[in-house]
Nanobody
Framework: QVQLVESGGGLVQAGGSLRLSCAAS????????MGWFRQAPGKEREFVAA????????QYAESVKGRFTISRDKIMNTVNLQMSSLKPEDTAVYYC?????????????????WGQGTQVTLSS
């Protein structure tokens, strides 16, 4: 089993920045890819970004390209999401996810493990 714990959410003004972190524990040697998803009120959970653990290959949703950066710290077993130029539509609960499957997918079912989520709220 793998446990994921997110941190770093909060209230931020539009145009500002925020950094989310996800700490992985347990059988982390099984993890191939980690990612971030988000779910806004009344909407389905959607893919934000993902990174392969060993090679560091990344993929982003079109809506966040150029504004968000995903990175991983292999020593600390964390995955970070640096968010800049935030917009009101970025308001959501952000979830960390991990999978044992090779490759990156934007599909929720691809991911085996999920964190509890952290709230990000934008004020205009």
């Amino acid at each position: 089993q793998v446990q994921l714990v997110e941190s770093g959410g909060g209230l931020v003004q539009a145009g500002g920045s925020l950094r989310l972190s996800c700490a992985a524990s347990g059988r982390t040697s099984n993890i191939y890819t980690m990612g971030w998803f988000r779910q806004a009120p009344g909407k389905e959970r959607e893919f934000v970004a993902a990174i392969t653990w060993n090679a560091g290959n990344t993929q982003y949703a079109e809506s966040v390209k150029g504004r968000f950066t995903i990175s991983r710290d292999k020593i600390m077993n964390t995955v970070n999401l640096q968010m800049s130029s935030l917009k009101p539509e970025d308001t959501a609960v952000y979830y960390c996810a991990a999978t044992r499957r090779p490759g990156i997918s934007i599909t929720l079912a691809w991911y085996d493990y999920w964190g509890q989520g952290t709230q990000v709220t934008l004020s205009s």
